[in-house]
């Protein structure tokens, strides 16, 4: 008999739950974000997300950026709430790669979570708007940040720490300041601030399609990844150049999708999708760029593929090759 069969049941079943799980959390967290005023104990809910942040993340960080990235590029429904979703995932694992202080990071992510509660309703009306904010619009949107910061104190929120980088997250603070020489609400302000933008410019809008996600790191730090901005080089050593769940072209004219980082930015495991033609593989084919060619052309933003995909067997094969990459390394 063999032993492999059960085990890979289990894994499928395993990462059929992990699906689930996301859409739980993201189906809980707009809840909590849309009736602010209605929720009972809304600072212990928003805990309870984050520790379910938490869960997901450390459960496989690869499928958790898979997710998060196709969340991000794939739909306007509810944005506000991937948003602060995606915000709050990259954040966690930002505070990871700067080994930020507990009281730092939990601040952080639960700033990413409630950032736009005082603009819920109008956020998810400009993402699906084709037009630019009108005046009374871009009034609400200037003052968002007091408000959001407002609100939470009157929903029994204590962290001044918290609140405060709420009420300055669309503070831009100098890039060129070494972290560690900021106070702390303004080294949260500075990495919250960059990390909004990244995840607002990869998001889809009715009046404008996302950006790949190589231009949206290059609008934010230049077309170089300058190791001087260390919120940008960070955020792009952490979770890849192009990271998992984002489309790219090789340069052999075949379009694919990021799986899994490997131990360099610009060198992923990606599934081939589709040749130079269009012709789509039956089933996806798996390349490790890092190994041998074809290498990375370049990034593609999400409105480029037209293509729908089961990203249970995506994230699932991924997480395979990888092991199997692992097991071989150690022959």
């Not at 990871?96 to 990071?105: F, G, K």
């Amino acid at each position: 008999m063999n032993s492999r069969v059960p085990r890979r049941q289990a894994q499928d079943e395993e990462y059929e739950d992990l699906l689930g799980l996301w859409a739980d959390l993201e189906s809980s967290l707009s809840v909590l974000l849309a009736y602010p005023l209605q929720a009972r104990n809304f600072a212990a809910k928003v805990r309870q997300c984050d520790r379910w942040l938490q869960d997901l993340v450390a459960h496989d960080i690869d499928a958790a950026l898979y997710l998060m990235f196709q969340l991000a590029s794939t739909s306007t429904v509810g944005y506000s709430t991937s948003h602060a979703l995606v915000c709050a995932t990259l954040c966690h694992i930002m505070a990871a790669e700067l080994a930020l202080p507990q009281r730092e990071r939990n601040a952080l992510v639960r700033a990413a979570l409630t950032m736009n509660v005082g603009m819920t309703a109008l956020q998810d009306e400009l993402a699906n708007q084709h037009e630019r904010p009108n005046a009374e619009q871009q009034q609400a949107i200037q003052k968002h940040p007091d408000e959001g910061q407002a609100l939470l104190e009157r929903l029994y929120v204590t962290d001044h720490l918290w609140l405060d980088v709420v009420g300055q997250h669309h503070l831009n603070l100098p890039q060129r300041t070494p972290l560690a020489a900021l106070e702390e609400v303004d080294r949260l302000t500075r990495i919250l601030n960059t990390i909004d933008r990244y995840a607002a410019m990869i998001s889809p809008r009715h009046s404008r399609p996302g950006r790949s996600a190589t231009d949206s790191v290059r609008a934010l730090v230049g077309p170089g990844i300058d190791q001087r901005d260390e919120v940008g080089y960070l955020l792009v050593r952490s979770i890849g150049l192009c990271p998992p769940g984002t489309f790219v072209r090789l340069d052999n004219g075949d379009t694919a999708i990021v799986l899994r980082r490997s131990d360099r930015a610009n060198l992923p495991l990606v599934a081939c999708l589709a040749d130079q033609n269009g012709k789509q593989y039956n089933p996806a084919r798996l390349h490790q760029t890092a190994d041998s060619k074809p290498l990375i052309q370049s990034a593609l933003p999400r409105a480029a593929v037209t293509m729908e995909l089961n990203h249970r067997t995506m994230v699932r094969v991924g997480l395979y090759a990888a092991q199997r990459s692992t097991s071989l390394g150690a022959l």
